[in-house]
């Protein structure tokens, strides 16, 4: 969490509005990453991707590389 929790509070409803801002709507944020490409997809719309720079440090990631290890030495 890192310590923001206003901003978690904020940033949960489907649709936002400040006092002096505009109202606005985030349509994706219940579907998946998967279906956002297919829809950028098949819709032709421009779309980019990149890994996320905190993934290499995750832990999945770590007990992963060694679950793949054990399984290529075949213990």
């Known amino acids: 969490m890192r310590g923001d929790i206003a901003r978690l509070g904020r940033c949960t409803a489907v649709t936002t509005q400040g006092e002096d801002t505009i109202k606005r709507s985030k349509p994706f944020k219940y579907a998946y990453e998967k279906e956002i490409v297919m829809y950028a997809y098949f819709k032709k719309l421009t779309y980019f ?11 999945s990631s770590f007990f992963l590389f060694y679950y793949f290890l054990m399984i290529k030495e075949g213990t």
């Open 49 to 59: 991707s990149t890994e996320c720079i905190y993934s290499p440090d995750g832990t």
